[in-house]
């Protein structure tokens, strides 16, 4: 097949995928599977909806649009551009919003293909991504107002995000803070909302402690499933974690100084390196770069190779600790980190082998 290249263990991530929706099943929680870390890739989406998916959730209407033979609902969970409002409606069931004029337009496209269309209001409790702020209660009251007039719009839940912009961890605090919200709205306009979407893979770890509010009915869930991982990328237990591999040739082998000779200026992407001197090493070049995957989140398995850094095309790694008489054509074997899938899987000069 040649290289870089992805291996990937669909088997692995059907059983993790069977192991989450059912254990989310007993709490009486939605699973909507989110499938934007695998950039869409069919044959990996079709192991995540035999192990028993609710939702087929992307944050690319691109990719939602490739899965319409598969009968469960999509759910679009990017806030969505109103150049795309026709798409959306189009090739999705559900979308999660926070603006008005989009979910105006959402009603515009929606009202035209005779469709109710769902949507999810987001809700921001802390993380500084998207949704509402949850203190700003009139902007949220006159959002809800103005939802509930609209013919073609249903008010299907409300949600929010944790973890990814700011880092604020879920918390029962913050989430209760959410459910508050949900039931202030009931009352208030005398409605039911159906669904909270309280957050996504890092939730599973206060999910496991009964520590989640048990209002909370649907997560959205993608490198669990994909990766094993949750809470500080840490594995959960029970789930596969070795589901991924990424394999790179070795182009180069030199002894060389571990400090760059000459005046240090900056790199190819603005950054200024630091270098430790360890004297002459045994540095090895992978064809293998940034345009592929993000270095950092790359783990030799070999445990005695380290990845010194990268530019666009090459990765630059030290072998003088490695156990092995690596040579060139070598194949040096990786773990992957989420931020290394999301590149990799984007990457179309990275092959992708499906086990």
């Known amino acids: 097949m040649g290289y870089p290249m992805l291996e990937i263990n669909s088997s692995k991530i059907k059983e993790n995928t ?5 254990e989310c099943h007993k709490r009486g929680i939605q699973v909507a599977g989110v499938t934007k870390v695998f950039a869409g890739y069919e044959r990996i989406v079709r192991a995540i909806v035999d192990g028993g998916i609710d939702i087929i959730a992307d944050s690319r209407i691109e990719n939602l649009k490739k899965f319409k033979k598969y009968d ?3 759910m679009l969970i990017r806030i969505p551009m109103k150049s795309q409002a026709r798409e959306i409606i189009n090739y999705s069931d559900i979308a999660l919003v926070s603006e008005f004029d989009t979910i105006k337009e959402l009603q515009k496209y929606a009202k035209k293909e005779n469709k109710k269309y769902k949507i999810i209001l987001m809700v921001d409790v802390g993380d500084l991504r998207e949704g509402i702020f949850y203190k700003e209660k009139q902007e949220i009251y006159e959002t809800v107002k103005k939802i509930l007039e609209l013919s073609n719009i249903e008010l299907h839940g409300i949600g929010t995000n944790l973890c990814c912009y700011g880092g604020v961890i879920p918390t029962k605090d913050n989430l209760t803070e959410l459910v508050g919200v949900k039931k202030d709205l009931e009352n208030y306009f005398n409605i039911r909302i159906p669904i909270i979407s309280g ?3 890092e939730n599973i770890q206060i999910m496991r402690m009964n520590e989640m509010p048990m209002e909370i009915n649907q997560l959205r869930i993608g490198v669990a499933l994909a990766m094993g991982i949750g809470l500080y990328d840490k594995p959960i237990e029970g789930l596969n974690t070795d589901t991924i591999k990424l394999y790179a040739e070795i182009v180069e082998i030199k002894v060389k100084p571990s400090v760059p000779i000459g ?4 790199d190819a992407f603005g950054a200024k390196p630091q270098f430790e001197d360890r004297g002459f090493r045994k540095r090895a070049i992978c064809a293998l770069g940034r345009q592929d995957v993000y270095p950092e989140f790359l783990q030799p398995i070999d445990e005695k190779i380290k990845v010194l850094g990268s530019s666009s095309d090459h990765l630059i790694i030290d072998i003088t600790d490695s156990d092995k008489e690596l040579r060139i054509g ?7 980190l ?4 999301l590149s990799a899987m984007t990457s179309k000069y990275v092959k992708k082998k499906v086990l």
Not at 18 to 22: A, P, R
Not at 338 to 341: D, I, N, R
């Open 18 to 22: 069977k192991l989450i929706v059912d």
């Open 72 to 74: 469960l609902p999509k």
């Open 199 to 201: 957050g996504n893979s």
């Open 263 to 266: 005046t240090i200026g900056i």
């Open 330 to 336: 070598d194949v040096i074997e990786f773990r992957v």
């Open 338 to 341: 989420y931020g290394g899938l």
